[in-house]
């Protein structure tokens, strides 16, 4: 599913963000990315989900050579990938169930089968009650909720989320941890990247250690460093 | 899934998708009627002009047409018979580019000379009368074109004889009235070229006042024409709502002018009515309004996008 071979990327003239980074992680498989802040974790899951290039090696996600990936075939990527993302990026103009729907309009769905999705994916993470709220009027841990349920609304065959417990306490954080992981079981590829060493070591899933760009250690199999 | 219903799925969607941005693009400009109010009336002020410029061209014309003045061609003859003359005008009659002729024998031009003479008895001491046959030949129509053709015609069916035709100020007032519609052109152009650049600044700059959405639909997957869409709608809008002002003005502004022109027309005594614009002229400001909002439009999203991220 993910692939990267020797890969390094570098932002201007400072210094590489990721060094010679060689990683295969299965289809199927959730793995973790942890590291301090700084160490390349995020940079990691920009480039693995086709918002940055590598500046050399090779990098292939989902049947997509990312490196060479022309600009008229990102957005057909980009349609196979869920994002999670530590601040939410929920637009605060419309209400949950728009937010939700968003990623199955570009795709071109009808609008049974979008409210169909939709309320499976509220019911998913149990904001059903809420799909007509404002994000504003929603807690962290709701609006949370309310984007891992855009993230997986479209069935993607990769989820990537970036410090997804970032802004939560840690019983909420095990909630949100616990459904990447029941996703995980109905066939998604995920990778979450958590600067919370410890809660993701109480995971039964492989772990990538990242410093300095550099991945230092892995954890458990199913993704090879 | 059959093809057929795998069709009729697909279209249904690109429906709903239309539907989807054309209701949203009209909701943003509902929340912001001021500033939708402004640009549309911005639209208007650009196109009345020139529509109203078309619309004193179009009555100088018809006011010109209204002045009695056909071009005629004189066709100087030796004197013959009176009754060859005839034939020969009712020859030149049957001409799809001639509208009449009036034969005129010397005998009776002479006579028509000799009753205008305060003292027709000055004429008696002429042995023979000097004047020539006249053909008066009136071309079908006033344009240098058919007056010269008519000219030819003539040169050519009668070679010796003497040719004059008055149809210097018919050259003279088209050629005022091709001056007038190439600086129509010329204003309308740089008008319309200058709405444009309007049109495709707005529509950039509404676009990335949207970033956060599309910066989130493409992680998504959103192609350039999915974010575009509902600025095309906004453009549309725009066009509509601006042509349809510049219709308002454009008649407003007829209706200002009626009074004075009429006046003026009576001074020199002509019997003259302003021409309102038809409701064609009318559809096809709006049309070219709607175009000129969607073009703009499209050259404004298309740039934004290429520079956001």
Known sequence: MILLQRVTKRFGSQSEALSQVSLKIDPGVMAFVTGPSGAGKSTLLRLIAGLERPTRGRLRVNGFDLDRLSARDIPQFRRGVGLVFQDHRLLYDRPVYDNIALPLEIMGYRRPEIRRRVRAALDKVALLHRETARPQTLSAGE??????????????ALLLADEPTGNLDPALSREILALFADFNRIGMTALVASHDQDLVERMPHPVLHLEDGRIEARTRQGAEA | ?????????????????????????????????????????????ILALPAFLWVLLDNARALSAHVDHEPRVAVYLEAGDPEELK?????????????????????????????????????DWMDENPLPDTLDVVPARSDPDTVGRVEETLAREFPGATLVSDDEWVRQLNALHDLGARILAIVAGLLGLGALLVLALASASELRERREEITIARISGATHRFLRRPSLYGGVYGGLGGGLFAVGLLYLGAALAREPLESAAAAFEIDYALHLPGP?????????AVLLGWTGARLGSGHALRDAP
Request: net charge positive.
């Open chain 1, 143 to 156: 609006q949370q909720r309310v984007g891992i349920a855009r993230a997986i609304v479209h069935r993607p």
């Open chain 2, 1 to 45: 899934m059959s093809r057929t219903r795998a069709l009729r799925e697909r279209l249904g969607a690109w429906r709903e998708a239309h539907a989807d941005a054309a209701r949203r693009s009209l909701a943003r400009r509902l929340q912001a009627p001021v500033m939708s109010l402004i640009s549309i009336a911005v639209l208007g002020f």
């Open chain 2, 87 to 123: 034939d020969r005008a009712r020859e030149l009659e049957q001409r799809a580019d001639v509208a009449r002729v009036t034969a005129i024998p010397a005998e009776r031009a002479l006579e028509d000379y000799r009753a205008g003479l305060e003292d027709p008895g000055l004429l």
């Open chain 2, 280 to 288: 064609g002229v009318a559809l096809g400001v709006v049309l070219v």
